[in-house]
């Protein structure tokens, strides 16, 4: 579809629409002329690459960002939203990747947060709980609306998200990423209340870099690209693998690059029989020098705290650590870091990153004494030429090593941290989901960057819960079920199945 072609069809009259809107920010183009609408009880996704304007787009429809040009109409009238609450009082509600609760308030209190009702003095509190369970009960939700958020799981802290948009009568629902963080049984209940509030008449707007699972609940597509949109189309008139072309602008031949990296037959890291604290069983695992070794396994079935327990970040009760032939002890992260183990969380915005000092600090927090003078003090023009050589070698997009590692796209934010532990020349780096929330070019540039690294002669472990992602990116794969591996397979002579049978447990190593 050309860029210039009408979005709407004849006579369809769209709930919203977003004409020639541009955006700068610094003097740099955002956004650049783009269409966008929306019908009722419709399901409209939004794609496109880290850095093509999706967000900037959805900013400016839910009043947090001024348009430096362009319309907005609503309901056949124009309108201006000076902000979140003039967009909310129109129900144009965007619900963040972040969600935007109050851990320790209750599910009521976040839900009418600024609007509790009175009676004079007084919050309602009846009134208030009844308002709440009846927003609950429209999703489907059996949460109590006394209940403190803190206490709730992501999945349901969204459903609270969605029940606060329906207490101001949403008519108009943006969802960034509300899958990123849920199980296949959580993105099932979101997806069945996403098909309510669509019969209900509510339009939604929905982005996400998960393709593959959009063709459950969207029915278009607009696909945005280095701040202009591509085309829009009916979603099941289309192909995902057309959608990646649309975002990238070329053909992509495969998902996965081609492996250089030829592991040798040296081990690099040996764990013996390590136990964490109330887990019974002792893991064993090697890792051998420039081989990526996947970890797979279902949730809760102890990648992660595996990872964790060698980097020191939960204790250990029993188990030896072998890095290069000599014997370790670690008992904190410090002591691993300086033995040349990284773990790189999955969530690297809370764990990973200081994300709001500039990329230069980043990547040296890791390793400050190679940049620090004898008296202590940071010699900044050394920091930032090390922080540049990593901006250029990782291909990192970002303005200047000066700007805040907050303001980039989710993959070069991934590339920072790597750079952070490269820069402290780290030997074992541990990947936990280093792809979750990053779209399919990124992706592509990060799977690059995990054969370069194993092409060094580093070893890597990605843990990953995309099971294409395992088998199309290790040389070895570690299954885990129930806090202990239950089978180390050959990537090249396994297949999906097999795994899966391992990881549920009904096939075992021993």
């Not at 960034?176 to 008449?201: C, K």
């Not at 990296?261 to 051998?288: C, F, I, Q, W």
């Not at 970890?295 to 204790?315: C, H, K, N, S």
Request: overall charge positive; some cysteine; glycine content about 10%.
């Amino acid at each position: 579809m050309r860029p210039d072609q009408s979005i709407a069809p004849a006579g369809t009259s769209p709930l919203l629409q977003l004409r020639g809107i541009a955006k700068r920010f610094a003097g740099v183009s955002a956004l650049d002329g783009v269409d966008f609408e929306l019908r009722a009880g419709e399901v409209h996704a939004v794609c496109g690459e880290n850095g093509a304007g999706k967000s900037t787009l959805m900013k400016v429809l839910a009043g947090i960002h001024a348009p430096d040009a362009g319309t907005i109409v609503f309901r056949g009238e124009l309108v201006r939203f000076d902000g979140v609450q003039a967009a909310a009082a129109r129900g144009v509600v965007m619900i963040h990747q972040e969600l935007n609760l109050v851990p320790h308030l209750s599910v009521a209190e976040n839900v009418y947060l600024g609007r509790e009702p009175r009676r004079g003095w007084f919050i309602d509190r009846r009134r208030l709980h009844a308002d709440t369970r009846r927003c609950l009960d429209r999703l489907g939700v059996a949460v109590r609306p006394e209940a403190p958020v803190a206490g709730l799981s992501i999945a349901q802290q969204q459903m609270v998200e969605i029940a606060k948009a329906l207490s101001i009568d949403a008519t108009v629902l943006i969802m960034d990423e509300p899958t990123s963080s849920l199980t296949g049984t959580e993105t099932a209940q979101l997806f069945a209340v996403v098909r309510q509030l669509r019969a209900q008449g509510v339009g939604i707007v929905y982005i996400s870099h998960r393709l593959d699972e959009m063709a459950a609940i969207v029915d278009r597509v607009t696909v945005l690209r280095d701040g202009r949109r591509v085309a829009t189309e009916d979603f099941a008139a289309t192909r995902v693998d057309r959608i990646v072309e649309q975002m990238v602008g070329r053909p992509l031949e495969a998902q996965f690059p081609p492996r250089s990296a030829v592991p040798s037959g040296e081990t690099l890291l040996r764990v013996r029989g390590l136990r964490r604290r109330g887990v019974a069983d002792a893991v064993d695992v090697e890792l051998r020098r420039g081989e990526i070794l996947g970890f797979a396994g279902l949730i809760g079935a102890g990648r992660t705290e595996f990872a964790r327990a060698v980097f020191g970040a939960d204790p250990v009760e029993a188990g030896e650590i072998e890095l290069e032939g000599r014997r370790l002890r670690i008992r904190s992260p410090r002591e691993a870091i300086a033995q040349g183990i990284a773990y790189l969380s999955e969530d690297r915005k809370g764990q990973g990153l200081a994300i709001d000092l500039p990329v230069a600090h980043n990547i040296s927090m890791a390793h400050l004494a190679a940049v620090c003078s004898r008296l202590g003090f940071i010699r900044r023009a050394d920091e930032e030429a090390a922080a540049q050589g990593y901006v250029e070698s990782l291909a990192i997009r970002t303005p200047g090593v000066r700007q805040r590692a907050r303001l980039l796209s989710g993959g070069n934010q991934q590339k920072v941290v790597i750079a952070k532990w490269l820069f402290r020349r780290s030997r074992v780096l541990f990947f936990d989901e280093p792809t979750r929330g990053i779209d399919v070019a990124a992706k592509f540039a990060i799977y690059q960057l995990l054969d370069q690294l194993a092409a060094q002669g580093i070893g890597v472990v990605l843990i990953s819960s995309e099971l294409p992602e395992i088998l199309g990116m290790t040389d070895r794969i570690a299954v885990f079920h129930a806090g202990r591996i239950t089978g180390v397979l050959e990537t090249r002579h396994t297949t999906q199945e097999e795994v899966m049978q391992y990881a549920s447990g009904r096939r075992n190593l021993h």
